[in-house]
């Protein structure tokens, strides 16, 4: 068996905090050492510019002395000069005061044995007359002099003073400010470490402790979540603007181009959602409805009030399904109304045939069995689309256990196959279903002040080159105010009989909203009218493909008021 290859022990990753703080100390440290090194550069060359004037200052004084002129002149200039450049060179602090003849033999000098020796360094220019300065390197080391002449009354050159500063002299008076220097620039690395330290452990609270390889593969995970993920999602700041849209809540929401950085007021979305959006407090599953589709919203608070974050599911096929559910549901009802009614009248006749009544028997099953084929004959025979025919029989049914009478005009007629592939059955059932059961509600809550027995006419039949679906009710009808609210999510007033509309299908006040959607994903279009009650007229294209998202989002397609 062989022996697993032990795995090398991962080294450390240091965290962006961390290495943004070495980085930081290295400049601060290189910043404060370079600022330093100036510093020094400029005070050493002060210090060696201030010798060179005090040097030269000292030897044209001791130059100009009528002491030192008569004792040049006298038979031991060295017993006269030697006291005199002493006291000098103590008095002024400079290092050495010498005093030669032209030929550069010493008379003075700090050191006694090297008087009567020969000056090192220049006297050329001191011999023509001039002064200069040099740094040289003599008997008391490198230093910074001056040789200066001395002249007599005819301006000739009978001597020569040279005053000097050992570098080394020089050396120690930079000692204190040198020492500042370095205490300053070690005050200033201590103060920039102490806060880049703290900036950083500030940065690393925020980065939690992580380096630049895991941030970027976080952000480069964030980023194909945010994409992959089939729900919508929309981040925003404090003041309502935008700052994250993933794809799929731009297809919910319809939303084209930059949309990053806009107020969500300024999106053209429908101003229920911007309510919700824009309200206090959360929003847990709420259903709205844009220009395309029925999403469900829900909304929570990013950390202390940084913004808000806002997540949409897609409900539209799931509502279609329902809306489906509800027909057949309908259908079911109907069937078992149906058959109880059959089943009583089975019963009666059966009755009348055992009471001997066999004519009365006849008559009466013959009689109830034309009044029910007389809307089944009606409806088959002006309405060959199967699905709508099917709908209006099912709707028939529910109506008349709730006491309304559905009657379908005689100038209905649609041939099957008439309708295009882009008319689907889902939306007929949509808009027709809805339709009615609004006008079968509304016509219950008008019969409580109405005299009449309630009743819905519908009309369905193709009319120039459009499928017209026109749906009346004896209710109290719709005031012409109350038309765009008709379409808008949540409006509903039913069970209220305040005369200002029908309900809603569905119970949650989406019913007709559901219509006008279906008209304007098929480029149709709904009239509101009025006659002894309410009128809905959708008319939807036989010819043209559905509509994209054009006309204005969240008021329920192109609405018109009929006279």
Wanted: charged residues 20%; negative net charge; hydrophobic residues 45%.
């Amino acid at each position: 068996m062989s022996a697993r290859t032990p795995t090398p022990p991962r080294r450390p990753v240091r965290s962006l905090a961390g290495q943004l703080f070495v980085v930081q100390v290295v400049i601060v440290a290189a910043v404060v050492a370079g600022g330093a090194v100036l510093a020094y550069l400029f005070t050493a060359e002060r210090a060696e510019d201030a010798a060179r004037r005090q040097v030269t200052a000292v030897a044209h004084a001791v130059a100009d002395s009528p002491d030192v002129l008569a004792a040049v002149g006298g038979p031991d200039p060295t017993a006269v000069l030697q006291p005199y450049a002493e006291r000098v060179r103590v008095d002024t602090g400079v290092s050495f005061v010498t005093v030669m003849d032209t030929d550069g033999v010493r008379w003075t000098h700090p050191l006694p044995e090297q008087i009567g020796k020969t000056f090192l360094g220049h006297i050329d220019w001191a011999l023509a007359g001039r002064t200069r300065s040099e740094t040289y390197t003599g008997t008391l080391g490198p230093s910074v002099r001056v040789v200066a002449p001395v002249l007599d009354e005819r301006h000739r050159v009978v001597a020569l003073v040279s005053a000097g500063i050992t570098v080394q002299s020089i050396s120690e008076r930079l000692r204190g400010p040198l020492l500042a220097l370095v205490g300053v620039a070690a005050g200033a690395l201590a103060l920039g470490g102490a806060g880049t330290y703290l900036a950083n452990s500030r940065l690393r609270r925020h980065t939690h402790g992580m380096g630049p390889a895991e941030l970027s593969h976080l952000y480069e995970y964030h980023q194909a979540t945010l994409h992959a993920v089939r729900e919508g999602l929309v981040l925003l700041d404090r003041d309502h603007r935008v700052v994250l849209c993933n794809d799929a809540a731009r297809e919910l929401l319809g939303l084209e181009g930059a949309v990053e950085g806009r107020p969500v007021a300024g999106l053209g979305l429908p101003a229920a959602l911007v309510a919700a959006v824009s309200g206090a407090e959360p929003v847990r599953d709420e259903v709205h409805l844009t220009a395309e589709r029925v999403v469900v919203l829900n909304t929570s608070t990013i950390g202390t009030g940084l913004g808000r974050v806002l997540t949409l599911r897609d409900h539209t096929e799931l509502q279609s399904l329902s809306g489906e559910l509800d027909s057949v549901r309908g259908f079911t009802e109907a069937l078992g109304a149906q058959a109880h009614e059959a089943a009583n009248r089975l019963h009666a006749v059966v009755s009348l045939i055992e009471l001997g009544r066999h004519r009365e028997a006849v008559e009466f099953a013959t009689a109830e069995l034309a009044l029910a084929q007389q809307l089944t004959d009606r409806v088959v025979a002006a309405v060959g689309e199967p699905v709508l025919a099917a709908l209006l029989l099912g709707k028939a049914a529910q109506a008349a256990e709730r006491g309304v009478e559905l009657t379908l005009t005689p100038d209905s007629s649609i041939d099957d196959g008439v309708l295009p592939p882009h008319l689907s059955a889902r939306d007929l059932i949509t808009v027709l279903g809805n339709l009615i059961d609004n006008a079968v509600d509304a016509a219950i809550v008008g019969a409580a002040a109405n005299p009449e027995p309630p009743e819905v006419t519908v009309t369905a039949r193709i009319d120039g080159g459009h499928l017209l679906l026109r749906v009346a009710d004896t209710g109290a009808g719709i005031a012409p105010g109350a038309v765009e609210d008709v379409f808008r999510r949540g409006w509903s007033t039913k069970g209220q009989g305040d005369g200002q509309g029908d309900g809603q299908g569905h119970g949650r006040g989406l019913g007709l909203a559901l219509v006008a959607q279906a008209a304007r994903r098929n480029g149709g279009a709904v009239e509101v009218g009025r006659e002894r009650g309410a009128v809905l007229t959708v008319r939807l294209p036989l010819d043209r493909p559905a509509c994209t998202g054009t006309g204005e989002r969240g008021r329920g397609g192109h609405v018109a008021v009929a006279p």
